[in-house]
């Protein structure tokens, strides 16, 4: 299993996690989180080793919702209730919106205190990495990756904060469910457009105690607007994180599929495409001369003293002058 | 007016246009659609002027929806209502989905022949340009913008096909409209997700015949699914383009508001910005160097067999060096 050149800490970490270490684990990611190249480099001979002996595959499910939804308790019943099964559970936190982290800001094994007692459970308040346009970064994969090889049967994300990615964590899960907290029926603003479109389940949470009544009518409402658009199949269910009901519900509905990996080969591709250009977009915009080129373009169309085509024609004429300049040095 | 370096074409169409001539102008798209570089150059040249001259605001109104919800015919009715009271009217079509044209594919002027024999209209199909991802090209812009400095009150723009582009052609007008026929209830499958969000009026066209109580009926159900989202104050009125009713409410609508030139600039500032990443964004991608590049990087991902932050290292590293060794050569 040793690569010749793999670090003498690689190894020891690998071993540890093929021997179901949770805390060999947590020392991997925190390799691959690392902003020091060395230690980075090591997560990844981690990563790339357990890659090719481990054909493990996780249910990975994705949570996202407004802040006060519930969803960290929710998940944490969620976790409880699939340990009691037999399944081993892990938990991660996306925080797209916070790209200062590097390092672990939430205190989720605070919050998920009963979770993080169990033994199978294994529960990593992850970092968004360095703040990419859709709030994944290519850590974000590599660290989910990295507990699937670690042998885990599901792994629940918890996305914190609104931002514009749902799109692409559907595209790293096999299920993206919407949590949200009753409201009074005309006060669902704060909902983000569209986001009722790419989710996979919608779970009104909280429906407990005096929330019950505004919890089913929210329900009903969001059943009756989607009912318009009857393309999309969404669900819309209830559950209250607190006092456990609908737990069991929606356990079935994240344990009763089957794993697609074509279909996952296939969404990671595209996945991996749209990274591809971002990052290589992001580079290209933090150039100093493209920069300044597409400043004086700007300003020329906006002060009427240049077409919109002369200025696209400049910029395209500059960077594959670059391109080309590297082709035969 | 005339500076040193223009074509005596350009000063010839710069003077029709100016006389209100409407060959004049539509000589001018055609030079700015042509794929030839000196008809393409002269066009810039009649642009550029009259932009320095020629201060006119146009109302520019866009009209998205479905095939066969009637846009050319209310369009039509609109037009003619509009120059009935002392507008001048000018008549774009966008085609996003159909790239191949190039030339006038619709045959617009056959389609709305009341209002192409009117003298202060100009009805214009013109084409979608080289395909650029969001149905915008740089041609779209120059076109418009064109027709604006020759001096028409409303410009009314008809998108055809159901391209991702509406959020794009929000950005190039002051209004977007989306036009739906009336529908049996459950059946609005064909409207794409998230557009009712992003238009600033919903039009159930057809209100007219045998489809009166239906079209109400659709309206009914589009008001009460966007109640339940009050962020988008998005209103919903109904109209017959063949019986005329409620184009006056239509007019008033695209009448009753103040062209805000900060706004617009804002908006086209926007806009800019996302044309020349895209288009940037293009060049690279079409690059053999980079094509590769992702192509390995991206099997190596999903044959289990590289990390993707090592995959994307190796491509920003690619791209860093061929805009370094431009600057030093």
Known sequence: MT??????????????????????????????ESKDNLKKTIGMQVLVNLKKHNQNLSRKIAFTGSPGAGKSTLIEAIGLHLLTEGYNVAV???????????????????????????????????????????GITPTTLD???????????????????????????????DKLILVLPPTAGDELQGLKK????????????????????????????????????????????LCSAIEATGIVEVCMFIKDF????????????????????????????????????????????LTQKESLTNAIETLIIYLTSCLKGKKTP
């Open 143 to 173: 660290v989910i990756e990295i507990v699937e090889t670690a042998g885990y049967d599901f792994i629940l994300i918890e996305t914190i904060g609104v931002g514009q990615n749902e799109i692409d964590i559907k595209d790293l899960v």
């Open 92 to 134: 991660l936190t996306i925080d797209p919106s916070s790209p200062i982290s590097g390092g672990s800001i939430l205190a989720d094994k605070t919050r998920m205190q009963r979770l993080s007692n169990k033994e199978r459970a294994f529960i990593r308040p992850s970092a968004s990495g360095k703040g990419y346009l859709g």
């Open 194 to 237: 569209g986001i009722t479109e790419v989710v996979d389940l919608i779970l009104i949470n909280k429906n407990d105690g005096m929330l019950k009544s505004a919890a089913e009518l929210t329900a009903m409402q969001y059943e009756s607007a989607l009912n318009i658009f009857p393309a999309h199949k969404t669900d819309v269910k």
């Open 258 to 301: 089957t794993i697609n990996t074509q279909e996952r080969q296939q969404k990671l591709g595209q996945l991996l495409d749209r990274i591809a250009s971002q990052e290589l977009l992001q580079t290209l915009m933090k150039d100093e001369t493209i920069k300044q080129l597409i400043y004086q373009q700007k300003t020329a169309i």
């Open 3 to 32: 690569a010749p050149s793999l670090a003498p800490l690689a190894l020891e970490i690998i071993n540890g996690i093929n021997e179901k270490d949770t805390r060999a684990l947590s020392k991997a990611i925190t390799l691959l």
